[in-house]
Nanobody, 112 residues
Framework: QVHLVESGGGLVQPGGSLRLSCAAS????????RGWYRQAPGKERELVAI???????QYADSVKGRFTISRDNAKNMVYLHMNNLKPEDTAVYYC??????WGQGTQVTVSS
C-alpha cells in the first residue's frame, strides 16, 4: 500500500511560480515511476510530468520548459517546480504512483 499527500498549491498571479510537494509512505521503492497529473474543471485528468523507467522524464507539451519534476528518494518526496504559470494551468494537481495510487490533490489557481 502507498499513501500520498500533496502540498504547496495556492493562488498565484500569471508569470508566478509554485512548488508542489508529494510525500509518499508505504511500500516505496526507489525505482518506482512517479509523477504528477492535473484536472481542470470540466476536463479529463491529464499527465503533467512523470519519471519513467531509468529516471527518464516525460512532460506534457503545454508545460515543457516551464515545469520541472524532481524527487528525493531518501525522503520519499516528489516535487513539481512550476514557473511562468498561466491561467490555463489552473487545476487540481495530483501525485501519482503506478499502478493506481493517487493523492488527494492540491488546488493551483493562476489568476490576477
Amino acid at each position: 500500500q502507498v499513501h500520498l499527500v500533496e502540498s504547496g498549491g495556492g493562488l498565484v498571479q500569471p508569470g508566478g511560480s509554485l512548488r508542489l510537494s508529494c510525500a509518499a509512505s508505504g511500500r516505496i521503492f526507489s525505482f518506482n515511476a512517479r509523477g504528477w497529473y492535473r484536472q481542470a474543471p470540466g476536463k479529463e485528468r491529464e499527465l503533467v510530468a512523470i519519471f519513467t523507467t531509468g529516471d527518464r522524464t516525460q512532460y506534457a507539451d503545454s508545460v515543457k520548459g516551464r515545469f520541472t519534476i524532481s524527487r528525493d528518494n531518501a525522503k520519499n518526496m516528489v516535487y513539481l517546480h512550476m514557473n511562468n504559470l498561466k491561467p490555463e494551468d489552473t487545476a487540481v494537481y495530483y501525485c501519482y504512483f503506478p499502478p493506481s495510487y493517487w493523492g488527494q490533490g492540491t488546488q493551483v489557481t493562476v489568476s490576477s
